[in-house]
């Protein structure tokens, strides 16, 4: 089954959000309103970034703006644009998916003004592959995550990404050539300070899946997939860890990340830490 796209009707929103989003799908809202006042519509007129990274970020309650340019009142304005919508994107889950609201933890909210990078990337680092997130160096055990995207592209550009089949389905392809975890490794990688906490087995899985699956070029070329195309104007709301993605082309976009714990989910059993339990028959460690 291909990831469904479900469109929300943000006047009346249905009870079962959270549950469609725990299965797979990606929740779109057509027509939020996140206005821009005169002088922020010039952060997608050119990008106001500094090109090291691939995008502009604030992290922590410091919100501290990172990887931006422009003069002090630009980079300042363009900061406060971000908290908004790290409030816009907390007042969503609030609203549409009120069982998460008390539970989830809002990380880094980020700019993101240039165009897919279509620049001969390493494999591991070319998100036109479809994929499904793991960050190397922060594991997340028993943690989801959760985005929201929004399409600011000021000249009608839609955001292109390709959806892939569910998580279970890739899993069982792909499980049976992935290396076996070792914990002895997982804490000298935590010892080397290489990753931020001890690497759960579920984080291993997690980044083997990541890299088989965007190794492999035929999966790429023939596995199921549907096209989608986000209008400017649209905010998206996904399981980034559950649904296959790529993005395939579009700039001028805002996202939020958000951690969930599992044992917050409507239905725990859905998630990609259980799911890899279950096609596995035993816990993971
Ligand atoms: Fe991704």
Request: glycine content about 8%; proline content about 7%.
């Amino acid at each position: 089954m291909i990831s469904p796209i479900v469109t929300v009707d943000a006047a009346a929103p249905g009870r079962s959000l959270a549950r469609a989003l725990e299965g797979g799908a990606v929740l779109l809202f057509p027509d939020l309103p996140f206005p821009f006042n005169d002088f922020e519509r010039r952060f997608t007129e050119r990008p106001f970034a500094d090109g090291k990274a691939k995008n502009v970020n604030i992290r922590g309650e410091a919100a501290e703006l990172r990887g931006a340019a422009g003069t002090p009142e630009e980079q300042e304005a363009l900061r406060q644009l971000l908290i908004r919508y790290r409030a816009f994107s907390r007042d969503l889950i609030g609203r549409y998916l009120p069982d998460y609201a008390d539970r989830v933890d809002l990380a880094g909210t980020s700019y993101r003004p240039f165009d897919v990078d279509r620049r001969k990337l390493s494999w591991r680092r070319d998100d036109t592959r479809l994929h499904v997130d793991a960050f190397p160096s922060n594991p997340l055990g028993e943690r989801r995550i959760l985005r929201v995207f929004r399409n600011i592209n000021p000249a009608g550009e839609p955001r292109r990404w390709r959806v892939g089949e569910d998580f279970g389905s890739m899993a069982e392809r792909f499980l049976p050539r992935l290396p076996g975890y070792s914990p002895l490794s997982a804490r000298l990688l935590a010892l080397l300070k290489i990753t931020k906490a001890k690497r759960s087995e579920y984080d291993h899985l997690m980044l083997h899946l990541h890299d088989a699956l965007k190794r492999d070029e035929a999966y790429q070329a023939q596995g199921p997939q549907a096209d989608v195309d986000f209008l400017p104007g649209q905010t998206w709301v996904t399981f980034s860890d559950l649904v296959m993605h790529g993005a395939m082309g579009g700039r001028y976009m805002l996202e939020q990340t958000a951690y969930l714990p599992v044992a917050a989910q409507a239905d725990p059993s859905l998630s990609p830490q259980r799911i890899l339990a279950q096609k596995l028959g035993r816990a993971l460690h």
